[in-house]
T-cell receptor
């Protein structure tokens, strides 16, 4: 069964450093998403991406964040100048497209900023 | 604005008991989608079910059943004859048809099933 994959599973970084989280969505899916979950809290939407551009973003997704689909399979989230409060689990998700509303999530990347 | 409330933060049951997880949502849209996801201790989010606002039929899948009631804006999830492997955090989520593709999650309910 096709699934969303994410790398790395864990990332530790120093405050102020840049990190890139990688995702490979399900191959025939057209919509891609990033969510985050601070430890013990709810899952929060960051951004959605369709047709090589951001279709929607939340207030959390400020200039510190960017997304990219550098090739036909990868979807990345870049966090510039990380802060302590960026420590969270970051989930990538994908969905087929219009009328196919279910978002399937990857296993997550646990980011720890020291 | 849309909102999902899961009032039960934590539930503890003994194996084989039935348990119901509550979910109440708020939305101004007439077309929307409701979801349940399971987050086991390993941390991933596992899709369980999607429901469209125009389909109020309840659904049963094995030991799982869902009760969707538009009149009370609720989408409750029942596990029958719970098992230790059901121990997880369960999230209810909402997507409005006119609010892009973002999912709004509830705070989650941690279910602990003891042997």
């Amino acid at each position: 069964e096709p699934e969303v994959t994410q790398t790395p599973s864990h990332q530790v970084t120093q405050m102020g450093q840049e990190v890139i989280l990688r995702c490979v969505p399900i191959s025939n899916h057209l919509y891609f998403y990033w969510y985050r979950q601070i430890l013990g809290q709810k899952v929060e939407f960051l951004v959605s991406f369709y047709n090589n551009e951001i279709s929607e973003k939340s207030e959390i997704f400020d200039d510190q964040f960017s997304v990219e689909r550098p090739d036909g399979s990868n979807f990345t989230l870049k966090i510039r100048s990380t802060k302590l409060e960026d420590s969270a689990m970051y989930f990538c998700a994908s969905s087929e497209g219009q009328g196919k509303e279910t978002q399937y999530f990857g296993p997550g990347t646990r980011l720890l900023v020291l | 604005a849309q909102k999902v409330t899961q009032a039960q933060t934590e539930i503890s049951v003994v194996e084989k008991e039935d348990v119901t997880l509550d979910c109440v949502y708020e939305t101004r849209d007439t077309t929307y989608y409701l979801f349940w996801y399971k987050q086991p201790p390993s941390g991933e989010l596992v899709f369980l079910i999607r429901r469209n606002s125009f389909d109020e039929q309840n659904e049963i899948s094995g030991r799982y059943s869902w009760n969707f009631q538009k009149s009370t804006s609720s989408f409750n999830f029942t596990i029958t004859a719970s098992q230790v492997v059901d121990s997880a955090v369960y999230f209810c989520a909402l997507r409005n048809n006119n609010a892009g593709n973002m999912l709004t999650f509830g705070g989650g309910t941690r279910l602990m099933v003891k042997p």
